[in-house]
């Protein structure tokens, strides 16, 4: 147990740059699910009956979940409630269970026995995919509440200034958390890539996960700092640790735009899905959007959406920036971006395959024409102003092919009488081949924009989904940091500015390196603006640019790493 008296640290990872204090309230959900004895004889169908019952109510409970986490998360991270269907109807799983009922076991411990092996098998994978044994302990767990008729520990009603402590949330759990009334969460497992990490950034809630089993000493109603920034927990904080909380921790919002120390202009923008996540940009001080994800318009839908419905929805993420620039990702979907409608046809590696601009250019030309005129009206009808990007592009041919669709879409615009007007236009640098064309495409653009999550996986051959590669992901790789500061040579003498829209650029540790680097614009998940706007407010840029040729010139993940904590000493 604890000493009442004795501030203590517990280490982890940080999910958020935001800190709380608060008092400690265990969530032990295991305890919720009691099944009882399992009976010498069933009768077969009954149960049989019950699964299916209690599966169809689930479903129902996910897709209710799902609406809400839309409206309070955002459509991307909703999305998960969309794979615990497919796992609550997974033929494997339903076999399962059935064929546990038919050796004997009663619905509930045939769930349980069901679950058990897919859940070990996706924890003996480590990392990323590890965690996504929590989706099936979240859905297992669902069904096993719904048979035994187990109340739900609700979270919702929580006093306000808790701090949740538990060994894992899952995502229902952490979607029914109050901003308003949570000080922050604490999980033994789990790691920045979670879903309750994720959840924790849109929700704008101080987090720390993956501190190990220390986080079991710590008693329930103990006071607590969680530093989502260092990925630290303070137990029984002394005043001057209370105190310092906020300070370079939990940024203060600023609405201006900022500039680093020596006076270089930095925009510092959201990546945005839906029109909550547009007001969500606005309130954490962000400069306009980097990257709005255009496919979130045409997903949970049985039809595409009309010119209108898309010139609507551009129009309000101009309107809410009239200063500011607004940056619209063209379709993108293919890959891990399903869309029924759009019978997309199976591949055997799909982020290989017909994907982004790709399909535009193709199959989905009809929904692209239409997406661009709807673009250009907005641009003409927006307070802000407009910039047009094309996903996954690896040819200066697909650059022209698309250049010459706008000028036929103005066209017709302006035969038929239609205000529009002619977008910036860019491309976002997500693959090798448009590194290495780099110089050629900022001849044809007016800016890039570099996706790091799919340009990791793509310089490093490491899928984004395997954990068992995950070191490899790492943005401090040589070859990633180089395919970074080769993009920014390739603009240099062009008149093409260079922005950053992955995971990269929302995280502070990495902002001098990446203002070093020579990046222009940085976007983000909104939660992270003040952050990375007070650490950019804080750099020089010539120290910066020493930073990055040091990190960059490194040989090894370790020496980049070395360097980047250590400062500029390159061993030479």
């Known amino acids: 147990m604890s000493d009442p008296e004795t501030e203590r640290r517990l280490h982890g990872e940080g999910a958020t740059p935001l800190a709380g204090v608060g008092r400690v309230v265990w969530y032990r959900p295991e305890t919720t699910v009691d099944l009882p004895d399992e009976p010498a004889e069933i009768d077969h169908d009954t149960e049989v009956e019950r699964f299916h019952e209690a599966r169809d109510t689930a479903r129902v409970e996910l897709e209710r979940e799902r609406e809400t986490a839309r409206e309070r998360v955002g459509e991307a991270e909703a999305d998960v409630f969309g794979a615990h269907v497919q796992f609550l109807t997974d033929p494997q799983i339903e076999e399962g269970v059935e064929a546990a009922i038919g050796n004997g076991l009663p619905a509930p411990h045939a769930v349980r026995e069901a679950f058990a092996g897919p859940i070990e098998q996706f924890e003996s994978m480590e990392g990323r995919t590890a965690e996504r044994a929590d989706d099936l302990r979240d859905v297992r767990d669902r ?15 929580l006093p306000e200034g808790s701090v949740v402590f538990a060994e894992r949330l899952t995502p229902s759990d952490t979607a029914q958390l109050d901003p308003a009334v949570v000080a922050g969460f604490v999980t033994a497992t789990g790691g920045r890539t979670s879903h309750a990490a994720i959840f924790a950034r849109s929700l704008a809630l101080p987090a720390v996960v993956g501190v190990g089993d220390g986080l079991y000493d710590v008693d329930e109603g103990a006071e607590v700092v969680v530093d989502g920034d260092a990925g630290t927990v303070v137990v029984n904080p002394t005043a001057a640790t209370r105190a310092g909380v906020g300070g370079g921790v939990d940024a203060p919002v600023r609405a201006e735009a900022v500039e680093t120390a020596d006076g270089k202009p930095v925009e510092v923008a959201a990546n945005v899905g839906r029109p909550v996540e547009v007001d969500a940009a606005v309130e954490r001080g962000a400069d306009g959007v980097g990257l709005y994800r255009s496919e979130f318009l045409f997903v949970d839908r049985a039809s595409p959406p009309s010119e209108d419905e898309q010139y609507d929805a551009y129009r309000e993420a101009l309107d809410a920036f009239p200063s500011g ?76 092919a698309t250049r010459a669709r706008l000028d036929e879409v103005a066209a017709d615009l302006a035969d038929a009488g239609v205000a529009h007007a002619d977008p910036e236009f860019g491309v976002m640098i997500e693959t090798p081949a448009a590194v290495f064309v780099g110089p050629d495409l900022a001849r044809e653009v007016d800016f890039f924009s570099i996706g790091t999550n799919d340009l990791a996986q793509y310089v490093m051959a490491a899928a984004r989904g395997n954990e068992r590669v995950a070191e490899l992901r790492d943005f401090r790789q040589p070859a990633v940091l180089r395919a970074v500061r080769e993009t920014v040579r390739a603009a240099e003498g062009e008149d093409c500015w260079v922005g950053m829209c992955g995971e990269m650029a929302g995280d502070p540790a990495l902002t001098e390196l990446l203002l070093g680097l020579g990046l222009d614009e940085l976007s983000m998940s909104a939660v992270t603006v003040p952050a990375v706007k007070q650490r950019v407010a804080a750099v020089d840029t010539a120290a910066a640019s020493e930073l990055a040729a040091a990190v960059a010139g490194a040989s090894t993940r370790a020496e980049a790493i070395d360097r980047l904590e250590g400062g500029v000493d390159d061993g030479s």
């Open 325 to 400: 620039r607004v940056v619209v990702r063209t379709l993108d979907v293919g890959g891990d971006k399903p869309v029924p409608y759009l019978d997309l046809p199976e591949e055997e590696n799909p982020f290989l395959g017909d994907r982004g601009i790709r399909r535009s250019l193709g199959v989905d030309a009809d929904l692209f024409e239409t997406q661009l005129r709807a673009l250009l009206r907005a641009a003409a009808d927006g307070a802000g102003d407009l910039a047009v990007m094309l996903p996954l592009v690896s040819t200066v041919e697909e650059v022209r």
């Open 143 to 157: 069904l096993l509440r719904l048979l035994t008729g187990t109340e739900r520990v609700d979270l919702r009603s």
